[in-house]
T-cell receptor, first 113, second 113 residues
Framework: DAGITQSPRYKITETGRQVTLMCHQTWSHSYMFWYRQDLGHGLRLIYYSAAADITDKGEVPDGYVVSRSKTENFPLTLESATRSQTSVYFC????????????FGQGTRLTVV | KNQVEQSPQSLIILEGKNCTLQCNYTVSPFSNLRWYKQDTGRGPVSLTIMTFSENTKSNGRYTATLDADTKQSSLHITASQLSDSASYICVVTLNNAGNMLTFGGGTRLMVKP
């Protein structure tokens, strides 16, 4: 299907476990982003990627790892999940130019117990 | 610090009425300002994008305004419908590499019959 999709939609994991959230887009957008959304905060940028094999930290990168071996995929890994990482995670993509629209996935609700 | 402040935090209106949501920002250097609609449990969806030189943009019943001098924006919703119930998020794009977006905390709108 065309668009940007995230998986899983919901995930419950235990403290200390590694978990990977997947993001796939079909537009060949250069830029991809990972955000987290928590009550009382606007969306906060975790990591972004300007192209395949190019990634950079955002506002809240600690505890997260990303990779981008292919343009269409941008997985986010929590190396050792903590309760403070319980959140809703959104992936987004946009074309090269900064004035183009960013498209968001439907989100992954992660609960760390 | 780059910030985007929205008001009110929440708003309840009756179906058919108009409303205006406010956004003040201190983001610099400025590239563009976006308004997103986020339904519960979904990712944000773009309503409007305005660059520095634009001071108004409409999308159906949604009209956004931008005053770059005072760093203020508003989103006006005309003849509200029940489906307008959602969070509305003001987002400012930094004029830098990476298309960094700074998100406001959102205004939660509830339209009642």
């Amino acid at each position: 299907d065309a668009g940007i999709t995230q998986s899983p939609r919901y995930k419950i994991t235990e403290t200390g476990r590694q978990v990977t959230l997947m993001c796939h887009q079909t537009w060949s957008h250069s830029y991809m982003f990972w955000y987290r959304q928590d009550l009382g905060h606007g969306l906060r940028l975790i990591y972004y990627s300007a192209a395949a094999d190019i990634t950079d930290k955002g506002e809240v990168p600690d505890g997260y790892v990303v990779s981008r071996s292919k343009t269409e995929n941008f997985p986010l890994t929590l190396e050792s999940a903590t309760r403070s990482q319980t959140s809703v995670y959104f992936c987004a993509s946009s074309a090269d130019r900064r004035d183009t629209e960013a498209f968001f996935g439907q989100g992954t609700r992660l609960t760390v117990v | 610090k780059n910030q985007v402040e929205q008001s009110p935090q929440s708003l309840i209106i009756l179906e058919g009425k108009n409303c205006t949501l406010q956004c003040n920002y201190t983001v610099s250097p400025f590239s563009n300002l976006r308004w997103y609609k986020q339904d519960t449990g979904r990712g944000p969806v773009s309503l409007t994008i305005m660059t520095f030189s634009e001071n108004t943009k409409s999308n159906g019943r949604y009209t956004a305004t931008l005053d770059a001098d005072t760093k203020q924006s508003s989103l006006h919703i005309t003849a509200s419908q029940l489906s307008d119930s959602a969070s509305y998020i003001c987002v400012v794009t930094l004029n830098n590499a990476g298309n960094m977006l700074t998100f406001g905390g959102g205004t939660r709108l509830m339209v009642k019959p």
